[in-house]
């Protein structure tokens, strides 16, 4: 008789978006002359730039002729992308990242969600909190995290790694045995950062404790400062603990082309057992590589025109990131991020909850954006906000929570 | 201490496909002066038809303006090519699939890997015997199938449902209790087919014994023949035990473009467990769509003028398949399969083996074919041929064949 993988029956159904969209779809209803302005979900709006169009229809073109069809490609991407990553986001920089240490694939979710299947089932997992969802979500399916404590809002044997105002928003080293260790800089939700020399602690613990670091770098291409790195390999050793996972979505508006890279060392063994050769392994069996004409669009990322496209769009949402932040700032509210990441972490109004400001929001002034504590614990009683609506409806959200703040 | 995932220790490094590929690659190297002609895998070799080519262009230049440009879309698929799906793949043959239960993928491979994730770990699985290795593989890796058996050539849990030309390549009914059971029509490797009646057979059989079947339809464009099921749904009770899985690779040329679907039906539930609930969480958590661009590929295979010239392909390699199954009939070998599918199945000389027919045909004809045994036990003895190549080279290739067989 069949038995149905019990862990689905551990977890609520509905995903932290998904509750949002509900939420909005029930206002509407109701509301059906308000208009909504969306700072929630972090999706892009910028159309793809003249660049990326142009080699999607070239690599469309190819796919038309026998001499130039490219059926199955290589699982792990096509050398030509590869290389282009191992050599623009590694070696530019001074980093020795070698092709062969990329694997290219349909975005960094699947990545973060796949590569536990690298580690054992009775790994003792730490985590930034707040995070992104889906590390925890994707580990929860798979049988680990223990139980949901409902009153803590936690999971028992997850190791949080707590980051809010109190301590700077730098999470302190675990005191416990850890075996992975989920970091995401620059960080997804509250915009923060790490300097070079803190997240260099990290590294130094993972080597000291054998732990893996998975450290998600999706938001790399909006640092603007320097001294923060926009690579965990800038950190000494760090190829010998860290897996880092990028994406094309923010960097590129590639949301909707769906494509990412995972970058596993070859110097990433433990017990005999080598990372990158299990991930090869991986992703040969279980996957066919992002599609022919997508990767043209991630190679031509790498190329002018469209490189110096991508980062005038980057510079744009960046813009939408300043006038929020100084918006929220001039009506006194409390807020983080958004100097190096395209996220404002807002404190809520002293005895507002996460999920109640969202509500007030949402009826007051049409405004939505993502409540802290659907992040994790630490959440609570912060709201993240995105600056990836267009620039009319950023100065729009931003009169209409100064309007909140005012009343 | 991080533990890596030890099943991954049980496989061994190299997939069927890779082997063959550096099998090749030595040949080429010692033989940089011979043409090899490749009927291995089962990649298509015809550029993707005209209406398919217009659709691309037309959503990609969507994607270049503010108004039509699309971000993240529903993990499941958009609802306009959910819709056609069930529309004409279903609903236009007289079932009654509804959009809800299509769940759009990055391909069939992806979700025969992925879909082991809805049962327990402890399942007992029978499988087709031959079958496409990514069924085996991706469930050691996940910790399933016991140890393998180097002398049997076979995992010590795993159920081998064995078709070979003794049984007419219909596998018996497990005589043990079986939780979860994979089959492939028209069969990968073998090309054959069962009636509806025999399906129905296995289908009665689930539902008896509470099993669930993953039912692989990617082949289910070649069929030529009447009375053949193009789905499990035309069996009377599949809705209550099957989820079938199918692909537009083969289809229309899309192993470069990847798109795939599942279909996970409301009414399949076990123990309180709703499977179509579960799929979609899996999907939303782990997956973040397949691009915008191909599923409006994927949609135009469903319009004029894609459609035709869609089936004018499959023609076109259906006349392959003809070609190479009367070419080595008319020099007395034994061949199975390639009516109903592009695959031919055939059996080796007597005394020789799958890998020494590989190896055999390499060095004197320089042809390229797939080792039977590399889909399982069963396979020992036979060998499969592709009809995708082109018509040139499969006409050389027939020659070469009959050659071989002449000597």
Request: aromatic share 12%; net charge negative; charged share 20%.
């Amino acid at each position: 008789m069949m038995q149905a993988n019990h862990n689905y029956s551990r977890i609520s159904d509905s995903y932290l978006f998904s509750t949002i969209a509900q939420k909005i779809d029930t206002y509407t209803q109701l509301n059906p002359d308000k208009e909504i302005i969306r700072l929630g979900i972090g999706d892009v709006t910028q159309p793809l730039v003249p660049g990326i169009i142009q080699a999607l229809h070239q690599a469309v073109d190819e796919q038309a002729s026998t001499d130039t069809f490219r059926g199955y490609g290589p699982e792990g991407g096509y050398d030509f992308l590869r290389e282009a990553i191992a050599q623009h986001d590694y070696q530019e920089v001074g980093l020795s990242m070698d092709s062969s240490e990329v694997f290219v694939s349909d975005g960094a979710k699947s990545d973060i969600a796949n590569l536990q299947e690298l580690f054992a089932l009775d790994s003792i997992i730490a985590m930034g909190d707040p995070i992104y969802p889906v590390y925890i979500d994707s580990n929860v399916l798979t049988g680990r995290l223990g139980e949901w404590n409902e009153e803590l809002g936690q999971w028992s044997e997850l190791v949080y790694l707590e980051s809010h105002a109190e301590n700077h928003f730098r999470p302190a080293l675990p005191t416990e045995k850890v075996d992975v260790i989920y970091l995401c800089y620059p960080n997804n939700p509250t915009g923060m950062t790490l300097t070079k020399d803190e997240l260099q602690q990290w590294v130094d613990f993972a080597l000291e404790n054998e732990s893996l670091i998975l450290f998600d770098a999706a938001y790399e291409a909006y640092i603007q400062e320097d001294g923060i790195p926009h690579s965990i390999y800038e950190c000494e050793g760090a190829e010998r603990c860290a897996i880092e996972v990028r994406s094309f979505s923010k960097k590129a508006g590639f949301t909707g082309l769906r494509l990412g890279y995972s970058v596993v060392p070859k110097a990433l063994t433990f017990q005999n057992m080598n990372l990158n050769q299990m991930w090869h392994r991986r992703q040969s069996t279980k996957f066919n590589g992002a599609p022919y004409i997508i990767q043209r669009a991630g190679w031509a990322c790498y190329q002018e025109p469209a490189r110096t496209q991508i980062e005038e769009n980057i510079s744009y949402y960046m813009e939408n990131a300043r006038m929020i932040k100084e918006g929220l700032k001039e009506v006194g509210a409390t807020v983080y991020g958004g100097d190096n990441a395209p996220y404002i972490w807002l404190k809520t109004p002293v005895g507002v909850s996460s999920w109640e400001f969202f509500d007030q929001l949402l009826e007051k002034v049409q405004v939505v954006g993502t409540p802290g504590v659907g992040f994790g614990p630490s959440g609570e009683g912060y709201f993240r906000l995105t600056a990836f609506n267009t620039r009319d409806n950023t100065e729009k959200a931003v009169e209409r929570l100064q309007k909140y703040y005012s009343e």
